[in-house]
Nanobody, 126 residues
Framework: QVQLVESGGGLVQAGGSLRLSCAAS????????MGWFRQAPGKEREFVGA????????YYADSVKGRFTISRDNAKNTVYLQMNSLKPEDTAVYYC???????????????????WGQGTQVTVSS
């Protein structure tokens, strides 16, 4: 049974940092792309970034480029989202997701992901 479990969310002041973790289990993820998405109240779920488990290539939404960094720890089967210089508009529930393969624009598409975590709340106060 595949499980993705996010942790690390919380309340932080604007300009602060948080690191989210996504612990993956239940299968081998070497052929997967791991994505991070977020959903603010009343808004659609949006792409934040992604990392290919094999090779480690990363991709980011323009809104977070230069502030957020995605990395992985193969030994721990865990993906991280380091968030710096946080802004109030970063407030959302953050989700990690897994997509088999992950090619081109598919990694941007919520509907193309096979597995999802339960989400973790990030709140940035002004």
């Amino acid at each position: 049974q595949v499980q993705l479990v996010e942790s690390g969310g919380g309340l932080v002041q604007a300009g602060g940092s948080l690191r989210l973790s996504c612990a993956a289990s239940g299968r081998t993820f070497s052929s997967y792309t791991m994505g991070w998405f977020r959903q603010a109240p009343g808004k659609e779920r949006e792409f934040v970034g992604a990392i290919r488990w094999s090779g480690g290539s990363t991709y980011y939404a323009d809104s977070v480029k230069g502030r957020f960094t995605i990395s992985r720890d193969n030994a721990k089967n865990t993906v991280y989202l380091q968030m710096n210089s946080l802004k109030p508009e970063d407030t959302a529930v953050y989700y990690c997701a897994a997509q088999y393969g992950g090619t081109g624009s598919r990694i941007l598409n919520v509907d193309e992901y096979d597995y999802w975590g339960q989400g973790t709340q990030v709140t940035v106060s002004s």
